[in-house]
């Protein structure tokens, strides 16, 4: 946000807005990297994002600027604004702060059978299924049943397991064992109630300058 900041007059110069001086925003949480979004914003709505590093947009239907958040508590702190191939379109990355909906869903996409996960947080909401359900003759489940201990040995395993093939500079059989090892790092955040959100907030928080 400091460089745009710095910049934001040949930024907006730069951009295609439509006949009616708005430009199509996507906006996705920061964490997840779910999309969250589809809104506009004209010049004046993109001008106090970028100065107050909250979202603004501009709304088709009410003909007037809106601050997100402004009403619901809802806000969507903004962590970098990409601009696409055309300059006709943004990507806003935040950090949303509560729900983006106004139905109450942390998505406006919310109607996907796999709620429009990323992979890793998809396959999170799948062990967490394991652990409730505990379906015969899953391996997950199996795990789950062992208990704490077993599941802690079996992180560790995989990690040695890591280690060695990077140690041997076998470059497939890494890519192969790092799978293994997200699988049960994974797999142990699930049975320590611990939300993979909350391991990347914490590395957000020690990236941020």
């Not at 907006?12 to 914003?41: C, H, S, W």
């Not at 890494?174 to 994974?186: G, N, T, V």
């Amino acid at each position: 946000m400091g460089e745009i900041s710095m910049n934001i007059d040949k930024l907006i110069e730069n951009l295609k807005f439509d006949e009616r001086g708005l430009i199509p925003v996507i906006v996705q949480d920061y964490t997840t990297g779910k999309v969250l979004m589809l809104a506009y914003m004209n010049e004046e709505a993109l001008r106090k994002t970028i100065e107050t590093k909250e979202a603004w947009y501009f709304s088709r239907s009410r003909n007037s600027l809106w601050h997100k958040g402004e009403t619901s508590g809802n806000y969507q702190k903004v962590m970098d604004i990409a601009v696409d191939c055309d300059k006709d379109a943004l990507l806003v990355m935040v950090e949303q702060i509560g729900v983006a909906c106004h139905t109450g869903n942390f998505s406006c996409f919310y109607r996907s059978e796999k709620s429009g996960d990323s992979f890793l947080f998809y396959l999170e909401k799948y062990l967490k299924d394991r652990k409730e359900y505990l379906p015969e003759s899953s391996y997950t489940a199996k795990l789950f049943k062992n208990g704490k201990e077993r599941i802690f040995q079996k992180l560790g395993e995989e990690a040695i397991e890591t280690i060695i093939a990077g140690l041997r500079e076998d470059r497939d059989r890494l890519i192969y064992e790092s799978a293994d090892l997200l699988f049960h790092f994974l797999l142990t955040l699930v049975e320590e109630n611990i939300e993979l959100k909350e391991v990347i907030t914490e590395l957000i928080k020690r990236h941020k300058p």
